[in-house]
Nanobody
Framework: QVQLVESGGGPVQAGGSLRLSCAAS????????MAWYRQAPGKQRELVAR???????NYADSVKGRFTISRDTTKNTVYLQMDSLNPGDTAVYYC???????????????WGQGTQVTVSS
């Protein structure tokens, strides 16, 4: 019913920047919070940044001051601007959204398929 499609990942050198995008589509009535998570090899998936429908944001300590999350509610899209990347940021990045569909009276959480970010030193 709802699809999240990420784009913008790829290889980058340390100190560089990438901008991830995640577009939600389908039977969407309303989107509440949207977020980015990441999972490095051998590690648990962790929250990177989150933005509410009101535009309030929070970040993991490891990315504060380097990453910026934003959203375009008219396009049901969330972005993650990543600057000053370092090898520790290498991971698969997943988009997450809390969505109420046109056929439900509750919010469910949906995930994208992930996009690989590889930072080389």
């Amino acid at each position: 019913q709802v699809q999240l499609v990420e784009s913008g990942g790829g290889p980058v050198q340390a100190g560089g920047s990438l901008r991830l995008s995640c577009a939600a589509s389908g039977s969407i009535f309303r989107i509440d919070a949207m977020a980015w998570y990441r999972q490095a090899p051998g590690k648990q998936r962790e929250l990177v940044a989150r933005i509410t429908s009101d535009g309030l944001t929070n970040y993991a300590d490891s990315v504060k001051g380097r990453f910026t999350i934003s959203r375009d509610t008219t396009k049901n899209t969330v972005y993650l601007q990543m600057d000053s990347l370092n090898p520790g940021d290498t991971a698969v990045y997943y988009c997450n959204a809390r969505v109420r569909t046109t056929t439900a009276y509750r919010y469910d959480v949906y995930w994208g398929q992930g996009t690989q970010v590889t930072v080389s030193s």
